[in-house]
């Protein structure tokens, strides 16, 4: 039996919102139907494709330190508002190590300026921003493409 490649998205504070907020910034799509474009895709890549939406930081840490050892290949991270503010994500993600692509719907440095320090940019393979909901499958691309290296 084939070992399967194991993928994570992750998804930090008020994304649950998606298809409700800021339409004009975010789009429409609510991020079921964004994940379920996310699950086809993966599947046709032969990936399987888990997912965690949480406003909480420290389930998103946990998350991260359960998949380094739950064979988890890599990851899709959207942290949101966390990005300008976690350094415990961070360092999560180098302590266990694994590639992460840094998703945004919008384009942060188009943005205010608080918005325009990333705490993950410099630690991932790559930073997907600005295409709206399609930054997702972009992601989940560009981390397959790593992987296959």
């Known amino acids: 039996m084939a070992v399967v490649a194991r993928l994570l998205i992750l998804n930090g504070p008020n994304l649950n919102l998606l298809g409700q907020r800021e339409q004009a910034i975010y789009g429409s799509k609510t991020l079921d139907e964004i994940m379920l474009e996310c699950q086809q895709f993966a599947g046709t890549c032969e990936f399987e494709l888990g997912h965690l939406q949480t406003n909480a930081e420290h389930e998103l840490v946990e998350r991260i330190h359960t998949a380094a050892s739950d064979g988890t290949h890599g990851v899709v991270f959207n942290p949101a508002a966390f990005t300008h503010t976690s350094i415990a994500l961070r360092d999560a993600l180098l302590a266990v190590g694994l590639p992460f692509v840094e998703v945004h719907l919008s384009q942060p440095l188009g943005r205010e300026a608080f ?3 990333s705490y993950f940019s410099d630690i991932a393979i790559g930073t997907i921003a600005g295409f709206g909901p399609d930054g997702y499958v972009l992601g989940l ?4 493409n790593y992987l296959d290296g």
């Open 115 to 117: 918005r325009q320090h």
């Open 141 to 144: 691309q560009a981390l397959i």
